[in-house]
């Protein structure tokens, strides 16, 4: 086993028990650290990656068990091996329970303490293993997700179990970060792929409309039914129907809602009766729907319903090298498109696509490589083709004495230039509809190369 990859946190309130920990597995080849209590182990962990926790059982404050109680809750990949004097059966049950992997009863033999560490890792093995096939099949599939980064394997791993189940789910993520792409993997995964899946933006219905469009009409319910029109629902009927912005719904129509999620009852405009209808619905929003329950704009029994199953979706800028994946992907995609040779990027250009914080997310990141393949005329992209908001640059002046209003327009103008004016994508990636950025725009002088048109 190669043991010197494998790094160990050993937590003990005893300064002469780490010392041994510590002397014994340095000396087979373990990269060892060393916390005297439960709190400090938690910022050893989420400071870098740690491989096992060999925790003792009974601490001051904190004990083991709740330990391993946090640490299961955050993270799959990390083995835990509980120690104690204390040893009995019901300590031993609870630390297998609460999801060590091994247990040692004090005092232990050098030859028992490594044949615990070697069988954890072996356990530990096999669980990233299992999620790189999880990872592989998805990713690899035509979902249109890509990621090798452990936020991105959880997600994975999440879509899988999801599409298994008929259960609502709840997608949460940023603007950008791909969630209609989730939905469609969990709907193409699962025994609904072959009927149909109907993606809604519940935020891009005009008001007056939203519920004919989501449960239809029959001809002469309102003015301009000259005929009787089925709604997304009937229309998905045995498959998926996928409400994205589903926080814009107004409180009437989340009662609407309610009614097909509890009894699959589904009215239309003008009829007399309702009819049943099979679907499976999936949410997104990047709102956050608990606090709106709390502030009464969302009603908390349909957020209960929609909760079944959730599932986070990572900024990018939290799953690491995942954005040079995404680049070489959207480079020979847009380069396949434009019928040219796939351009590299520069170290330069690396580096800068690495250190920016993609507030747009992957669909930020796609149109910035769409528009680079074709404005750039060479075989490499530097940073000087970048937006400006993505090179290095000497500040200028002191950003902090700025107003709210001047960081608003520097923003939104980077935004723009970013996706070479193009009002609809900066609006996608900012969050905001078309209106609103419209109307921000009237406040702030509009930079040059902003297309009105688009």
Known sequence: MNREIYRILAVDDSPSTLEVLKRNLSAAG?????????????????????????TDLRMPYVDGIDLIRHLRGNSQDI?????????SIESAVSAV???ADEYLTKPFTDDELLAAVNKTIVALRQRRASEEMVATSVSGSNSGLIGDSTP?????????KAATTSATILINGESGTGKELVARAIHYGSGRAAAPFVPVNCGG????????????HVKGA??????TRAGFFISGDGGSVFLDEIAELTLPMQAKLLRVLEDGNVQMVGATKPRTVDVRIIAATNKDL?????????????????NVITIELPPLRERGDDVILLTGHFLAKFARDAARVVPSLSDRAWRCLRDYHWPGNVRELENVIQRLVIMTDGDEIDAVDLPALMRYAVPRDNRVHRTLA????AHIHAVLESVGGNKTKAAEILGIDRKTLRESLKRFERPAGVDESV
């Open 30 to 54: 373990f990269s060892v650290a060393t916390a005297s209590g439960a709190s400090e182990a938690i910022r050893i962990v989420d400071d870098a990656p740690v491989d096992v926790v060999i």
């Open 79 to 87: 083995g835990i091996i509980m120690i104690t004097g204390y040893g």
């Open 97 to 99: 329970k609460e999801g």
């Open 152 to 160: 991105m394997k959880r997600v994975f791993r999440a879509i899988n």
């Open 205 to 216: 219905i005009p008001e007056g409309l939203v519920e004919s469009e989501l449960f239809g």
């Open 222 to 227: 309102f003015t301009g039914a000259v005929t």
């Open 290 to 306: 608990e606090g709106m329950t709390r502030r009464g704009t969302f009603r908390e029994d349909l957020f209960f319903r929609l």
């Open 406 to 409: 001047e960081v608003e327009a």
